[in-house]
């Protein structure tokens, strides 16, 4: 099965694609703004030479100087714990934003590392500030991105504190079937680009702890896994779990 994200723009030059050609549009920046407006912003985006998995797009304390848009692959965000490990922050698909928290310090707090072959537009700010306070559309749909942005940062933390270990999976899941089904593909059948280690410590779990979910899911008829392709049979069941309203015991997070 193809990679949803690579069924987007392929074959195109993704160097040379414009914002009005791109099929992520409506997910981006550019929601709500004329072809006018979309052609100003447009003229100030840089398109980068596609990023190999493993390397990174920016590292923790690098300076801020431009938010990213992913137009095809996926990347994780993480921080360096003080163990020298890392702490998983985020998995980013195509059509999201990165780098808006480096707002305030000036730097980037987290690194973001590519997951896959991964193609990025960067906006750099100054100019996207100075868009943004011509064009008010442009301006709400900044602040529309931040405050899903601080919703995301409150169901985290909502998920790693109330929730069992098969809630998270579950709802971890559904995210990513609810996200690509916005990007126009199956909601039921997706790659998963991120590793089991990196599931789990995104979740707060054991890897041990995500395989026997997995398998518990497969067993129960919620899902089929072949390695990274997952295919969801049952999406209702699996919405239930993640809302905490299955019958079973729960499961410990380590």
């Given at each position: ?11 195109l ?5 414009a ?32 990023i190999?998995?493993?390397?990174h797009l ?6 801020f ?18 163990d020298?490990l ?10 999201e934003?990165l ?17 896959e072959?991964?193609?990025?537009c960067e ?21 529309t ?15 790693l ?10 709802a971890?899941l ?7 089904q916005?990007r ?10 991120m590793?089991?280690?990196d ?38 069941k ?15 997070g380590?």
């Open positions: 099965m193809a990679h949803p994200a690579q069924q987007i723009i392929a074959p030059d993704q160097t040379k694609l914002c009005k050609d791109c099929s992520l549009f409506q997910l981006c920046l550019p929601v709500g703004i004329d072809a006018t407006e979309l052609d100003e912003l447009d003229s100030i985006i840089k398109r980068r030479r596609p190999k998995r493993g390397e920016f590292h923790v304390g690098s300076p100087q431009a938010v990213y848009a992913v137009r095809s692959g996926s990347l994780r965000t993480y921080v360096p714990t003080e020298g890392e702490q998983v922050t985020g998995f980013h698909l195509p059509g934003l780098g808006l928290d480096a707002i305030h310090l000036k730097h980037h707090p987290c690194a973001a590392k590519a997951l072959t991964t193609s990025i906006i750099p700010f100054d100019r996207l500030e100075e868009l943004s306070a011509r064009l008010s559309s442009l301006q709400h749909q900044l602040l991105i931040m405050s899903k942005e601080i919703l995301h940062d409150h169901s985290l933390l909502m998920l504190g109330k929730k069992s270990a098969e809630e998270r999976l579950a971890l559904l995210s990513l079937s609810e996200r690509y916005r126009g593909f199956s909601p039921t059948d997706f790659y998963l680009s590793s089991r280690n599931i789990g410590n995104y979740l707060g779990l054991a890897v041990e702890t995500v395989s026997r979910l997995f398998s518990r899911f497969r067993e129960e008829g919620v899902l089929i896994v072949q390695r990274k392709h997952i295919c969801i049979l049952d999406l209702a699996l919405r239930a779990i993640a809302n905490h309203k299955s019958n079973r015991g729960e499961e410990s380590g």
